[in-house]
């Protein structure tokens, strides 16, 4: 099945850029998303990437898939205190029969440092 | 708001018990997704319904059952319960089924289980 790789901290401060790298395994995954977690809430949709897009940009966020090497990243430009939680990348599988679960890395716990 | 709501926020109950977990999905959505967050297996995909039929499984232990009645709500069972069960449970919903386009699946804010 697929897998997804992330690093589980990264810490930046506040006004700066914060990259979050995400590798997965599954080449078919058709879209790949990225959720916001924050504590004790729920997962929040930030935005997500067709597979044949290389960037989509939305307001502060930037992703970047590089499909050949199964790598996606999320750019947060000027980011905030309230930026700080825990971030998933999370590409679509598909069973088949209309059925499209997530399959969700780790985390990435972001800290911004006012 | 995504919209989709969870009830109970929280649970507390013991070991060998059975709990039902309530999801309402997003108006005119069809597809609800269960998954369960704990803190050695992550995230984790548990089942799928469309329009009140099973469509895919994922992790889900066999103590473990859902259904998706005419109304569109979903309910998670969890039977025979132990410590490990203790965790967060999601749902999520969707409302395009096999029907390609990104099917973005929007979440509840869960179901905290806690199994003592």
């Known amino acids: 099945g697929e897998d997804v790789e992330q690093s589980l901290f990264l810490s930046v401060r506040e006004g700066d850029s914060s990259v979050i790298n995400c590798t997965y395994t599954d080449s078919s995954s058709t879209y790949l998303y990225w959720y916001k977690q924050e504590p004790g809430a729920g997962l929040q949709l930030l935005t997500y990437?067709?597979?044949?897009?290389d960037m989509k940009q939305d307001q502060r966020l930037t992703v970047l898939l590089n499909k050949k090497d199964k790598h996606l990243s999320l750019r947060i430009a000027d980011t905030q205190t309230g930026d700080s939680a825990i971030y998933f990348c999370a590409p679509r599988g598909d069973s088949g029969a209309g059925s499209y679960q997530l399959t969700f890395g780790k985390g990435t716990k972001l800290s911004v440092i006012p | 708001d995504s919209g989709v709501t969870q009830t109970p926020k929280h649970l507390i109950t013991a070991t060998g018990q059975r709990v039902t977990l309530r999801c309402s999905p997003r108006s005119g959505d069809l597809s609800v997704y269960w998954y369960q967050q704990s803190l050695d297996q992550g995230l984790q995909f548990l089942i799928h319904y469309y329009n009140g039929e099973e469509r895919a499984k994922g992790n889900i232990l066999e103590r473990f059952s859902a259904q998706q009645f005419p109304d569109l709500h979903s309910e998670l069972n969890l039977s025979s319960l132990e410590l490990g069960d203790s965790a967060l449970y999601f749902c999520?919903?969707?409302?395009?089924?096999?029907?390609?386009?990104?099917?973005?699946?929007?979440f509840g804010p869960g179901t905290r289980l806690t199994v003592l």
């Open positions: 990437i067709f597979s044949n897009m």
């Open positions: 999520a919903s969707s409302g395009t089924y096999g029907q390609g386009g990104a099917d973005t699946q929007y």
